[in-house]
Each structure stands twice: as structure tokens, then as C-alpha cells.
């Protein structure tokens, strides 16, 4: 939004340097990219008056010019095509200085003398414009300083303005500011406007089919307009605020929307048949022309205004061909509406075509301004074109914006910014915003918010308004302190402080995602039940549209960005909470731990090169889970083999932990893995943070050190393939005796000498009696008792050594 400060100071009379204004609107919330200085004091320029042009006599494109300047008549040369003889042009005479630096001085052109330099609009730094030399006004008398005919320097603002303050992008919503920040009277417009001749209603009809896509519309009709150049002063205005000047009757729509942030549209009446205004969807496949010369093609999801026969513009993004103002208007329809936000968004993203109306209308246009915004502009229009006003306005309003009213308390406002205040002080903070404000009792105001602050819903919202009005600089800055509360329940922040330490002490490197995704994304893993997902009503994007159900997807997403980087061998680790809607029921939100391992994550450094097999992956996956859970002083881990969508065929596992179900791991499927060319076998696991941390806060009992020596055996079994390691701690841990202090496996093996259907499993089993020594025969016979009970319950064989 760009702020010439000459137009600002029309309706605020703040007196400060632009320096100073920046400061102020920036830590009042609104950010100034830059200060530009435009214009100029057009020293030694005056108005020239052209008396006479003939041909060049050696050259087709220049003529011979006689100027007066206000006392003598000199000869100039211009290149100019638009120069003729009673024209009043910027004049630059010898001596004189552009504001670009370059001196004029007497020259020869083709042989014939110059004294001076007519002036085109780019040549005095005004516009761009260099199609002709720049028009002055009939009545400008000659010799005059140009200065007085074009106004002097001035400093121009380029402002960002955010998404939820679209009441700022207009010079009286900046104003508003403004007075509130210097604590000014704010001086807007007039908005009378004079009425004459047969009503509006015998002159139009308005059609509007699509309530919520348009939920307001007017229309006022403006007859005997002369179509021509607007005065300098509102083209000055127009172009310092970054718009080309192209008529009075398009100009006065442009210069009402840049003032009061509601954009319009002028219609020739003649070219609107039977002068009727339908607002509907477009048809699917409808073809229109815009005024940027492209045709487009539309789809059923976009609004137009159309008339009964075509569509004769994209309603809030750009005009049609065809039925725009032209030399030969004489009667305008001018149409001020409001459009649904999303739908000028949508469109206009479709259409590849961003205006100052749609950029406008897709961050919402105050419905209530469209009848006053279209007063002012029909007054405009009637003193700049000589046109009259048909009496009364066709508005089609089924549901008007109502005012809401808030609750501010002054008490909430110390409380949440540290300052001292009285509700007084409040009140006329709040009222210098156009809030209006009403005290319900000596802590508490009634606040009035009015249609164009929509995006003050609540309380803290006003607070914000406080705090920038009243100085964001002037609120104390105090040392953070602790509060000790007695009996609070700290234990879940410190045990997830520990799964971190003990997950770094493991290798893996800890990431954030937000908890936004898309659901493109979940589809692809449909690790969830779509029903139960929780959509945004109003995304920003649909990559950020639905609250995650797990972190699984986000994960490997986050391995893919590394892959793609060169990073071969990645292992992650993520909290975070996951997002559930019981199907008319309540909303769950569990807190959750992911961990994805990608390459050879798991290796050492000198045996990194050969390419990692999905079960040695997995491998150090599990490894991981039983590390963090020892660590975590967690229940015994076991994975129950689980179908899911994500993981291969045989290696997808649910996680139970105590023999609570806890999570899942498993190896993901190829397929998903090389949408982010990832090629090496991941494996991932997610699980519950309560589940992983149940036990971390326990403390165990203590263990005296043992006084005898312990005996070690070794067994090997020949089982089938599908025997799981749990299966066979289990027939161990229900068969041994209680001097059985530790079971290990150490070996697993499959290839030759073992059955293709069968796998060999070693383990390395400790006894130790308490206060005593095992004899052998103790020892062989527990031993004895262990290998019976598997070799019968699994149909195991012992393998000789």
C-alpha cells in the first residue's frame, strides 16, 4: 500500500517528518518497507504556451515551436506527436535544471536553433509516461511557475500491510491510524452526494442469484457524464499511489477505492442490455474477454456480473471488453459490492490475474462500505464530468453486517501487559480507533466493534489494540521470574526431557514439523480412518489444511527433504501430538514419539559403504525402542507382527509395552519411500509417549551385589522360521527356575546346514542362586528343563555344536 503523505495529510493533520510517521505506524503494527521521495520543486520550470508549430525542414518527426513563456516568445524543437498550436505544456527554458540532473542549454537539432525543452511526464519524474508531452490545464497562464500548477515534492510510504487488517489498505483506513497514534481528530470526506432527474429504479435492474458469494450489491446511475481527462491533482494522486491515470469516470472508481478501501466498477450503461445486472456463477466453459485483452474461460465455482445475454466482468477481480467506459459514454452505471473473500481468492488464483480490486476483496471488504463508497465516488463523478446522480441506489443487502460487542476488562489488560491504566485511559485508546465504548462497571467496558474490524473477536484482541496505541515501547520490560507452585505436576515435561537425552545418547537427531499437513500427504500411508481427520474450515493451503493423526508421514517426508540434500543416512526423531474426531463424539490429542532411520544409519563409520538389508535396519530400530525403554526404566517390549497399509508385507509390528498396546514399527513400503527417491530400506516406528515414560519416574528397588559366582551355559535350537524371539523368552521365562538370573541371544543364523524352512537360535543363559553356589548337577538340570520346554512347545531341536 503506497501512502503519498500530501493525500494523508487531508484527513489527519499530523505534523511530524516521515521519519518520525515511520516509526510511529511500525510500532503501531504497521510495517514501513520504505520512504520514497516524488515530485519535485520544478525549479526554473514554468507553463509554456504553444502559438505556433510547423514542420522540421530536415526532419519528418520534428516540428518547429513557438513558445511563449510569459514574456517572450522563443523557438523550440520537439519530437513530441501530440504538441499543438494553444497547448500549455511543462516548459523547461534555457538555464533550467530537470529534476533528473540534466541542464538545458541552446542547442541546434537538424540545423535549427532550440532555446528550451517541452516536457513529458517521465522527464519530470512523475510517471513513466513518455507518449507525449504532458497536458496543463487551458487555464494555466503562461510563464507561471510549474510548481504552482502541479503541486511540489512529496514523500511517498510503502506500507505491508497484514491479511487481517484489510481495512488498511486504504488511505482513510491508514489516517484512522494515524489520529489514533498522534491522538488527532480524523477529517474524512464528504459522502453527501446531490440527486437529480427519473429515480435509479427506472434506470437499472438488479439481479443477484448467488447471496453468499455476493452478499451485498448496489448500483447508482450517473447521467450526461463527459468522458475526458481527470484534473492534475487527482492524477498526481492516482500515480504517487502506484495507478495510471486513464479518465476521469475510471479514475474517480480508483481514487475512491485507494481512499476508502472499497473497490468499484463503472459499467457504460448503453452496453449493458435492457440495462439489467444478473450476478450469477458462471456457466461451466463460459468465455469472456477482460480488460487486459485475454480471453478467459471460467468454471462454475467463479461469480461474474453479467448481463441477461454475457458476463460482463469477473465479479471483484477485473472488468469485461465490451462494456467498459469509452470517449463516447454518456451514462454510467457504477456498481459497488461486496464479494465472499474466498471465492475472489479462488478466482483469481485460477485465472492467473491479480488486481488492486481482487487483492482487495480476497482479504474482505467491509459490507457496510459499499453505499458510501458509492456516494462519494457518484459525487465525483458529477463534479468531475458534468453528469447528474439518479436519485436513490439500488441495493440488494438480504443480510446486513451487524456490530459485535466485546468485553474488555481492565484488569486483564494489567495482568497481561504489566502496565498501569484506568478504564478512562482504555476507553479513549479504544474510541480513537472508531470503537465505540461503554463502562458496565469499574473494572469492565462494553466495546462496539464496528464491521470493518473483523479481526477483533475477542478480548486479548482489544488488549493488542491497547498495547499498540498505548506504546508498545512504553511497556516495562521485566526479568522473567519463576513461580514455585506446590504440588505441581512436573513429571511429564521432565520425562520427556529424558527420552531426549537418553534418544541422543542412541544417535538420533530430534526435528519439528507442524502440526498442519496435508491430506494428500495421510493418503498416501493411510495410516488413519479419514473419517475421523480434523479439516480446517479456511486453510491458508491445503498443504496445511488437517491437524495430523500421526507423525508417520511428516517423518518421512522430513527424510525425503534430507535425501534430496545428499544426506544417505539419516535417523530422526520427532515429538509431537496427534489430532482424532470421534465421529460425533470428542476430539483426542495424544502426545507421541516417531523415529525413522533411513541408509546405514546404524553402521560405524568403515562398514558404511555396502547397502543395508530391511531386516538389519529394523534390527536397529528394535534396538533402539529396547535402548530408550531401558533407559527409560520402561515395562518389557514386545512387537505382535500387525498388517499395515504403510509397511512391507511381514515387517509391520504392533508395539506393546507391560502388555499395554503402545504403538507401531515396521519397515515402510518401497513404493512410498521412492516418492522422495529414498531407495534404501526405512524403517520407522511410532509410539506413545505415556507408554514410553510410564515408567520413568519409578524407582527400583536397590540390589545387593551378588556374592557367588554365577554359571553360564549355552543353547542352540533348530526352529521353524516363523518362531519369534518373544516366543521363545516366553516358554523360557514360564519353564525356569527362579535362579534363571539372564537369558541373551546371541546368535541367529539361517543358510547352509540349516533346513530352507527353519532358522538357528543361540542363547546364553545365566544361573546364579542366592547366598550359594550352583553345583553342576543344579545347574544341568535347570538347563535340561529349559531345552525340554522349548524343543516340546516349539518344535525345536537341539543343534549340536
Not at 517541452?118 to 487551458?138: I, V
Not at 524352512?757 to 545365566?766: F, G, H, P, V
Amino acid at each position: 500500500m503506497r501512502v503519498p503523505l500530501e493525500w494523508l495529510r487531508e484527513y489527519v493533520a499530523f505534523e511530524d517528518t516521515p521519519q518520525g510517521l515511520a516509526q510511529k505506524l511500525t510500532f503501531g503494527g504497521i510495517e514501513v518497507e520504505a520512504i520514497e521521495p516524488v515530485g519535485s520543486d520544478f525549479a526554473g520550470l514554468i507553463v509554456g504556451e504553444v502559438r505556433a508549430v510547423e514542420r522540421h525542414p530536415n526532419a519528418d518527426r520534428l516540428t518547429v515551436c513557438r513558445v511563449f513563456n510569459g514574456t517572450d516568445e522563443v523557438q523550440v524543437v520537439c519530437g513530441a506527436p501530440n504538441v499543438r498550436a494553444g497547448g500549455r505544456y511543462p516548459f523547461a527554458p534555457e538555464g533550467a535544471t530537470l529534476p533528473s540532473g540534466m541542464k538545458i542549454k541552446a542547442a541546434k537539432l537538424r540545423g535549427v536553433e532550440s532555446r528550451g525543452m517541452l516536457c513529458a511526464e517521465d522527464e519530470l519524474g512523475l510517471s513513466e509516461d513518455h507518449a507525449g508531452l504532458m497536458d496543463l490545464p487551458a487555464d494555466a497562464v503562461a510563464g507561471t511557475p510549474l510548481v504552482q500548477v502541479l503541486g511540489g515534492p512529496d514523500t511517498v510510504l510503502d506500507l505491508e500491510i497484514t491479511p487481517n487488517r484489510p481495512d488498511c489498505l486504504s488511505l482513510l483506513g491508514v489516517a484512522r491510524e494515524v489520529a489514533a497514534l498522534y491522538r488527532l481528530p480524523l477529517r474524512p470526506p464528504s459522502f453527501e452526494v446531490r440527486e437529480s432527474g427519473d429515480p435509479v429504479g427506472a434506470a437499472a435492474v438488479v439481479d443477484v442469484r448467488d447471496a453468499e458469494l455476493c452478499p451485498r450489491y448496489t448500483a447508482r446511475v450517473i447521467r450526461g457524464i463527459r468522458i475526458g481527462p481527470s484534473p492534475r491533482w487527482m492524477q498526481n494522486r492516482l500515480a504517487r499511489a502506484g495507478l495510471r491515470p486513464i479518465n476521469n469516470a475510471v479514475d474517480v472508481t480508483n481514487y475512491v477505492m485507494l481512499e476508502t478501501g472499497q473497490p468499484l466498477h463503472a459499467f457504460d450503461h448503453a452496453l449493458l442490455k435492457d440495462a439489467h445486472i444478473v450476478v450469477r456463477r458462471a456457466a461451466g466453459g463460459e468465455v469472456m474477454h477482460t480488460l487486459d485483452g485475454q480471453e478467459r474461460t471460467l468454471s462454475p465455482s467463479m461469480l461474474v456480473i453479467a448481463d441477461p445475454d454475457r458476463a460482463v466482468a469477473v465479479a471483484g477481480v477485473m472488468g469485461g471488453a465490451g462494456s467498459e467506459v469509452r470517449d463516447t459514454t454518456a451514462t454510467i452505471l457504477l456498481e459497488s459490492a461486496c464479494f465472499e473473500p474466498a471465492s475472489v481468492r479462488a478466482t483469481s488464483k485460477a485465472l492467473g490475474l491479480v488486481t488492486e480490486s481482487s487483492y482487495r476483496y480476497a482479504r474482505g471488504v467491509d459490507p457496510d462500505l459499499a453505499d458510501r463508497a458509492s456516494r462519494r465516488a457518484a459525487a465525483l463523478l458529477a463534479e468531475l464530468g458534468g453528469g447528474t446522480v439518479a436519485p436513490g441506489v439500488i441495493d440488494r443487502y438480504p443480510a446486513p453486517a451487524a456490530p459485535r460487542t466485546l468485553s474488555c476488562r481492565v484488569s486483564a489488560i494489567r495482568r497481561t501487559l504489566g502496565v498501569e491504566t484506568d478504564a478512562g485511559t482504555v476507553a479513549d485508546v479504544l474510541r480513537s480507533l472508531d470503537l465505540g465504548v461503554a463502562a458496565r462497571d469499574a473494572d469492565t467496558l462494553d466495546v462496539t466493534v464496528p464491521t470493518f474490524r473483523g479481526d477483533l473477536r475477542i478480548e486479548v484482541d482489544l488488549v493488542e489494540e491497547f498495547a499498540r496505541l498505548h506504546g508498545l515501547d512504553r511497556i516495562p520490560a521485566r526479568t522473567p521470574a519463576a513461580r514455585v507452585v506446590d504440588g505441581a505436576d512436573d513429571r511429564g515435561v521432565r520425562a520427556a526431557a529424558l527420552v531426549r537425552d537418553a534418544a541422543a545418547g542412541l544417535g538420533l537427531t530430534e526435528i519439528m514439523n507442524y502440526s498442519l499437513t496435508s491430506e494428500a500427504l495421510l493418503d498416501r500411508f493411510a495410516l488413519d480412518d479419514a473419517a475421523r481427520r480434523i479439516r480446517l474450515p479456511n486453510p491458508l493451503s491445503a498443504e496445511q489444511s488437517v491437524l495430523r493423526p500421526s507423525l508417520v508421514p511428516q517423518l518421512v517426508e522430513t527424510l525425503g527433504r534430507n535425501r534430496a540434500h545428499q544426506v544417505a543416512d539419516a535417523a530422526l526423531l520427532e515429538f509431537g501430538r496427534t489430532y482424532e474426531q470421534e465421529p460425533g463424539g470428542p476430539t483426542r490429542e495424544a502426545a507421541r514419539v516417531a523415529i525413522g532411520l533411513m541408509g546405514a544409519a546404524g553402521r560405524g563409520p568403515l562398514v558404511r559403504r555396502p547397502a543395508p538389508e530391511p531386516l538389519e535396519t529394523f534390527r536397529w530400530l528394535k534396538g533402539i525402542l529396547a535402548g530408550l525403554l531401558g533407559a527409560l526404566r520402561g515395562g518389557g517390549l514386545a512387537l505382535r507382527a500387525e498388517p499395515c497399509a504403510a509397511f512391507e508385507p511381514g515387517q509391520s509390528f504392533a508395539i506393546t509395552v507391560g502388555g499395554a498396546a503402545a504403538g507401531r514399527c515396521g519397515v515402510l513400503r518401497r513404493r512410498i519411500a521412492a516418492e522422495w527417491r529414498i531407495y534404501d530400506p526405512v524403517a520407522v516406528a511410532e509410539i506413545d509417549l505415556d507408554a514410553l515414560t510410564a515408567g520413568v519416574h519409578a524407582i527400583p528397588a536397590p540390589r545387593p551385589p551378588p556374592t557367588v559366582p554365577c554359571s553360564v551355559r549355552d543353547l542352540a535350537f533348530v526352529l521353524p522360521r516363523a518362531t519369534r524371539h518373544e516366543d521363545v523368552l516366553a516358554v523360557i521365562r514360564n519353564t525356569a527356575p527362579a535362579e534363571l538370573e539372564r537369558v541373551e541371544l546371541f546368535d541367529l543364523y539361517e543358510g547352509r546346514g540349516i533346513p530352507a524352512d527353519r532358522k538357528s537360535m543361540a542363547y546364553s543363559l545365566t544361573y546364579r542362586a542366592a547366598g550359594r553356589t550352583l553345583t553342576d548337577d543344579e545347574v544341568q538340570r535347570f538347563h535340561q528343563s529349559v531345552a525340554d520346554a522349548v524343543v516340546r512347545d516349539l518344535k525345536a531341536e537341539i543343534r549340536d555344536a
